[in-house]
């Protein structure tokens, strides 16, 4: 089976500061990638992150950057310089071959200005 | 157009009546997906479109629901004889190559209430 765990239900930061949202994932699939998605109170779920496990570099986009532990099935998020339109829900999915996107249940990130 | 869109934002409907879903993909994207977000809940796959083949239906959680996709582009989700349960945000997402590994990318969704 494949999962994904999201063991933070809610996270909040200062402003300019720096978070990490934490995943972990099951699957028996050698080749497979991973995603972080935010989903603000618009319900648009937007790509934040994108990451292929074949991939030994950490992806990176911008002030967001990922730690991907192949060997310990990890795949945090780290949001540096937290914005206030960084507040949202935060999803991490595996998608793992040829089967459907698993989504975790996701994360709320609140920013403290 | 630029993005998904999904139609309606919202609907509010009684138990018992029947629904209907739209989602417009990216203009060129072969694969369509359908997901379910209930309240408080990650995301979960219900149907899958690529191309000409035979739809992924695996994720659909009862008879109740059917989906179709039109010419290739359009997908409209189905819910006959709704239950309370069946409320949701109902996702849309499209994706542009051949088999799963491309991006997803997502539509705002439908927020479906059933009274």
């Known amino acids: 089976a494949q999962t994904v765990t999201q063991s933070q239900p809610e996270m909040s930061v200062q402003e300019a500061e720096t978070v990490t949202l934490s995943c972990t994932y099951d699957t028996s699939e050698s080749d497979y990638y991973l995603f972080w998605y935010k989903q603000p109170p618009s319900r648009q779920m937007i790509l934040v992150i994108r990451q292929e496990a074949y991939k030994q570099q950490n992806a990176t986009e911008n002030r967001f950057s990922v730690n991907f532990q192949k060997a310990a099935k990890s795949f945090s998020l780290k949001i540096s310089d937290s914005q206030l339109g960084d507040a949202a829900m935060y999803f991490c999915a595996l998608l793992p071959g040829n089967t459907p996107l698993v989504f975790g249940k996701g994360t709320r990130l609140s920013v403290i200005a | 157009g630029a993005g998904v869109s999904q139609s309606p934002s919202n609907k509010v409907t009684e138990k018992g009546k029947d629904v209907e879903l739209r989602c417009d993909p990216i203009s060129g994207h072969t694969a369509l997906y359908w997901y379910r977000q209930s309240l408080g809940q990650g995301l979960e796959f219900l149907i899958y479109f690529q191309g000409n083949s035979a739809p992924d239906k695996s994720g659909l959680p009862s008879d109740r629901f059917s989906a179709e996709r039109t010419g290739g582009s359009v997908s409209t989700l189905t819910i006959q004889r709704t239950q309370q349960e069946d409320s949701a945000v109902y996702l849309c997402?499209?994706?542009?190559?051949?088999?799963?590994?491309?991006?997803?990318?997502f539509g705002p969704g439908t927020r479906l209430t059933v009274l």
């Open positions: 997402a499209s994706s542009s190559r051949q088999g799963r590994t491309d991006t997803q990318y």
